[in-house]
């Protein structure tokens, strides 16, 4: 990816991002385009695990069941700021990442599969059983950022998405521009090498285990971020946020639209939070669609749907 | 950019409001778990009401105007629950929202109902929901708490005071465990022994054991839902334990007895609603014609025996159709949430509903039968 690359992919979301509102007929648009927004930022994250550094995660839910619940926690019993709350998540999650980071990524494949989804079943059972400091299953409430009076000021509506729209929109401009500059940075390059071949990339001097930390704690920190937005837009969280199907559905938002570019994984996200949504008509065979999209997409765009359509168009172009 | 969203936005609000006027329908939105974990909350609920819809439609709606429904299913998800009720509220543009089948998707619609005016009636057991009260939120099911209380007082009643508690850790088990040990020294109870186990633990006997090697035990708890209390029913029965089990109103239901086995079942007891001796009802109990009507339809329109969770739904619906009926104004939200917390003496099938500014569940202890387990039927204990 070239320099110009970049910000052609940057200014698309952009564009999107600003302009989708004119089309929106009603206030529901926005809490859909803000929920797209938040699952993009995370699966972002994974793009740089996955589609850089090539190594795999089945538990990086738990890291937004930290994110989620560090903005429930922190502030009812540290007196933090909702907003300081998502960097104290954003700073746990990264430590912990870096702490499991160490031993499992000498893991490969489906050893490290497992080993990251052992980690995010953790994070759930804790948040399901400490119920005396996280609720329980039933969940809790999460502080308000603080802003209901300002908005109620500007004239928008206090659940309805338009602010967290825009925040988060912004925040993933942000995480997309971040990841994009990584791509092209000496660390995105010996990422990439090592994700060719481990030995290749030790051979000309690639720290493996250090790229392989840095990429996972990384990706931690982007499901933490994402979390954090999640539980502040609901104002309520249960310990589903860090569930292994949440887990689950972020790998398969990144392999859907394109495990290796950040404008394919806002695609993967924004379909997969579509779907349930246009399918609510016959909610019945909502999963086989679901499923059936999946494996048609696996079959005949094996590299994710945006790549693939981008290299079909390129192929006749030249 | 805003301001021209904004003035889009209101244009078509205002085009909704006028279509739906001319067509004289009732907009009500239900979000329920009809899939997912929670599905056997959410589908009895989801069939119950849009039979209730069809039923009222047929026989020509509120003061002349049919109820258009919304379902959706949040399979359980709070995420997906406050997605839905966002739709509801701004797409649909429904006028109430019944629905939240566990606590979990329930204060999910519950602060998007309270931020935008709209009356909620939840289906959800938690006390949270109606304490502290809300300006907009209503509850049907009765809480844990008052299933515990009525447990306790009929513990006083057999002279018993000391018990042994073996709970789920599930949502359901946990909650009521904890509720139950708040209210047990109100009723002179002492919980001498309190084991918990797994959602999807097979076995208990161990926990049992210990609480049978605990000296003075008079009666075991159980407060759990699914299979657990099954498993506990019969290794209570394995272990010939010779004082009384009780279990809670999480598995008052006839696939219970069948989980359980009859036998090993035989003389246990819970709190349970009319809706399961519905066909031992006295004609002259309040209940009857509410719970006969509801059971004779639901049977033969899909041919499956009522749940108690069917009829938390069953009784939200009666209560948004009275209030609706007596607001006048079926577009106003907020008339309505007044003729709601205005509900005085409405039977419905848990119990009789009165609510007031103070008081948004309406239900006492009476809504709670005691029923016990007699040959493989239940049996109202008096």
């Not at chain 1, 089945?58 to 937004?64: C, E, R, Y």
């Not at chain 2, 938690?126 to 502290?132: K, N």
């Not at chain 2, 789920?168 to 047990?184: I, L, R, Y």
């Not at chain 2, 010779?242 to 709190?271: C, K, M, N, T």
Request: net charge negative.
């Amino acid at each position: 990816m070239t320099g110009r690359n970049k910000w052609i992919s940057l200014g698309v979301l952009a564009l999107l991002i600003a302009l989708l509102p004119l089309f929106f007929p009603s206030g529901y648009y926005y809490r859909v385009g803000a929920l797209i927004f938040v699952n993009a930022l995370s699966v972002v994250g994974l793009v740089i695990l996955i589609g850089y550094a090539g190594q795999i995660s089945l538990g990086h839910a738990g890291f937004a069941g930290i994110g989620a619940y560090a903005c429930a926690l922190a502030p009812e019993h540290l007196g933090l700021h909702p907003a300081l709350a998502v960097v104290l998540g954003a700073v746990v999650s990264g430590v912990m990442a870096a702490l499991i980071g160490k031993p499992i990524l000498r893991l490969k494949g489906y050893y490290l599969g497992v080993a990251t989804l052992g980690f995010g079943i953790l994070v759930s059972m804790v948040l399901t059983n400490e119920r005396a400091l996280t609720g329980g299953p039933d969940g809790m409430n999460v502080a308000d950022l603080g802003l209901r009076d300002v908005l109620r000021d500007m004239g928008w509506k206090l659940s309805g998405g338009e602010f967290w729209y825009m925040l988060c929109g912004v925040v993933l401009l942000v995480g997309a521009w971040l990841a994009l500059n990584l791509f092209d940075s000496p660390s995105g390059r010996a990422m990439r090498a090592l994700h060719g071949s481990e030995v290749a990339a030790a051979t000309v001097g690639v720290d493996v285990p250090r790229q392989k930390l840095r990429a996972f704690v990384i990706s931690a920190v982007y499901a933490s971020v994402a979390g954090s937005l999640l539980a502040l837009q609901n104002g309520f969280i249960t310990p589903d946020v860090a569930g292994f199907m949440h887990s689950v559905e972020m790998v398969t938002m990144a392999v859907l639209g394109g495990v290796g570019s950040v404008l394919g994984a806002t695609f993967g996200a924004a379909i997969l939070t579509l779907l349930p949504q246009v399918l609510t008509v016959f909610a019945e065979y909502e999963q086989l669609v679901l499923g059936l999209v999946m494996v048609l997409v696996m079959i005949f765009l094996p590299q994710g749907l945006l790549p693939s359509i981008a290299r079909r168009l390129k192929g006749r172009d030249e | 950019m805003m301001s021209k969203t904004t003035t889009a936005l209101a244009t078509l609000a205002a085009l909704g409001v006028l279509s739906g006027a001319a067509q004289a329908e009732i907009r009500l939105g239900v979000s329920v778990s009809a899939t997912g974990p929670a599905a056997f909350l959410g589908d009895p609920e989801a069939k119950t009401i849009e039979m209730l819809v069809e039923q009222l439609n047929e026989a020509g709606g509120i003061n002349g105007e049919e109820i258009a429904l919304t379902l959706y299913d949040d399979g359980g998800d709070p995420n997906k629950a406050r997605t839905f009720a966002t739709r509801l509220v701004e797409d649909d543009e429904v006028v109430a929202i019944l629905g939240g089948s566990t606590t979990g998707t329930t204060m999910s619609i519950l602060s998007v109902a309270e931020d935008e005016g709209i009356p909620f009636i939840s289906l959800a057991g938690a006390i949270s929901i109606v304490d502290p009260v809300r300006a907009n939120v209503f509850k049907t099911p009765h809480t844990d708490r008052m299933a515990c209380e009525k447990i306790f007082t009929d513990m006083q009643a057999q002279g018993i005071t000391k018990i042994g508690m073996i709970s789920g850790t599930d949502g359901f088990g946990a909650s009521m465990q904890a509720q139950c040990k708040e209210v047990a020294g109100d009723h002179g109870i002492e919980i001498l022994a309190d084991e918990t186990y797994g959602p999807q633990d097979a076995d208990m006997t161990p926990q049992l054991t210990r609480i049978r090697n605990t000296e003075g035990v008079q009666a075991v708890l159980n407060p759990g839902f699914g299979q657990g209390p099954a498993i506990v029913t019969r290794n209570v029965a394995q272990l010939g334990f010779e004082i009384p089990l009780y279990q809670s109103h999480g598995v008052a239901s006839d696939a219970f007895i069948e989980l359980a086995g009859a036998e090993a079942a035989e003389g246990l007891r819970l709190p349970g609603t009319a809706l399961l001796i519905a066909d031992k009802l006295a004609e002259d109990d309040a209940q009857y014609q509410v719970v006969t009507a509801y059971t004779e339809a639901y049977k033969a329109k899909y041919d499956q025996d009522v749940s108690t969770f069917g009829g938390y739904a069953h009784d939200a619906f009666a209560l948004i159709v009275d209030a609706i009926t007596r607001a006048g104004d079926s577009e106003d939200p907020q008339a309505i949430r007044d003729a709601l917390e205005a509900t005085s003496g409405l039977v419905g099938t848990t119990g009789t509903y009165s609510f007031s500014p103070e008081d948004h569940l309406g239900l006492d202890l009476s809504a709670f039968r005691m029923l016990e387990i007699k040959d493989g039927d239940w049996l109202p204990v008096e």
